[in-house]
């Protein structure tokens, strides 16, 4: 996983990257993906999300999928 914060702590957006690659003697465990996630903070705890992840190998076809979301924290 790799976060880019351009200003460090006082940032308001931050992008993030994750690589998954798990190998098993199960096949539906035999999987790679690459994901992106970019988040903007709108509030002290409310946050704008936007996700997308690249399956490259898995128990189905390569795929792709994306979502988009609010999170609130109480």
């Known amino acids: 996983e790799l976060i ?5 702590d006082d940032s308001r957006w931050y992008l993030a990257g994750l690589f998954n690659w ?5 096949s539906d465990l035999f999987y790679t993906s690459v994901t992106t ?7 002290r705890n409310v946050r704008l999300v936007l996700e997308g992840t690249y399956v490259l190998r ?3 076809a390569r795929h792709a999928r994306a979502g988009a979301g609010l999170v609130i924290g109480m």
């Open 4 to 8: 880019y914060t351009p200003k460090g």
């Open 22 to 26: 798990v190998d098993s003697d199960l």
């Open 37 to 43: 996630h970019y988040g903007y903070l709108l509030r």
């Open 58 to 60: 898995g128990p189905f």
